[in-house]
């Protein structure tokens, strides 16, 4: 099974709310990753953890908000976000073997800041 | 630093009609390659995959071998079908200690039937 889920699919969100993206995975992969996917581009890499510790924070501002409560669930806490933040959000998951490894991606959630 | 280039697209075919969507890399290393495919309205899936020099990787018909000498990937079909139609992304692994996947802009496909 290589299956990374995320809830919910689609979020509207005014600019003053609070709200959270979810993403699951039982893989056993022990590193995990939040991206960004504007249209027409390739994912922008945000967070990434590594056996539950923030690893890699790629400059984000901190109106995201990510946590990793268990080797399986990541979320990311969105608050007072801009118009300029909706998006395609896609979490990952990827384990190391010694041929190397793979990202594995979820559907995402469509996000729209109003 | 790491970096992918592949094709401008949109690339638009017939269906049964031959692929190639090329793409390069440069890397310092031996990076992993992998060319990864989003459907409309969907996540990025896995398409295939090699780790080492003259690997050939394949799936679903297609396929795509690591070529240190050109540093290139190109991935390849000899008939595709209307549900080829997404885009697809070549990328290749940054092995330092950030784990990270590096992504080139990608190239839409569009296959008429």
């Known amino acids: 099974d290589t299956e990374v889920t995320q809830t919910p699919k689609h979020l509207v969100m005014g600019m003053t709310n609070k709200k959270s993206l979810k993403c699951e995975q039982h893989?056993?992969?022990?590193?995990m990753y939040w991206y960004k996917q504007k249209a027409k581009k390739p994912p922008e890499l945000m967070f990434v953890y590594s056996y539950e510790k923030l690893s890699i924070n790629e400059s984000v501002p901190s109106r995201f908000s990510p946590e990793c409560p268990n080797s399986s669930l990541l979320n990311l806490h969105l608050h007072a976000l801009q118009p300029e933040d909706s998006a395609l959000y896609l979490c990952?998951?990827?384990?190391?073997?010694?041929?190397?490894?793979?990202?594995?991606f979820g559907p995402g959630t469509r996000l729209t800041v109003t | 630093g790491n970096s992918v280039t592949q094709m401008e697209g949109p690339v638009t075919l017939s269906e049964e009609a031959f692929l190639t969507i090329n793409c390069t890399y440069t890397?310092?290393?031996?990076?992993?390659l992998f060319w990864y495919v989003q459907y409309p309205g969907e996540g990025l899936q896995l398409l295939l995959k090699?780790?080492?020099?003259?690997d050939k990787g394949s799936n679903k018909g297609f396929e795509a071998t690591y070529r240190k000498e050109t540093t290139s990937f190109h991935l390849e079909k000899g008939s595709v079908q209307v549900s080829d139609s997404a885009v697809y992304f070549c990328a290749l692994s940054d092995q330092g200690r950030d784990d990270k996947i590096i992504f080139g802009k990608g190239t839409r496909l569009h296959i008429l039937p």
């Open positions: 090699a780790t080492k020099a003259d």
């Open positions: 990952a998951s990827s384990s190391r073997s010694l041929l190397g490894y793979e990202q594995y």
């Open positions: 893989m056993g992969h022990r590193a």
């Open positions: 890397a310092t290393g031996y990076p992993s």
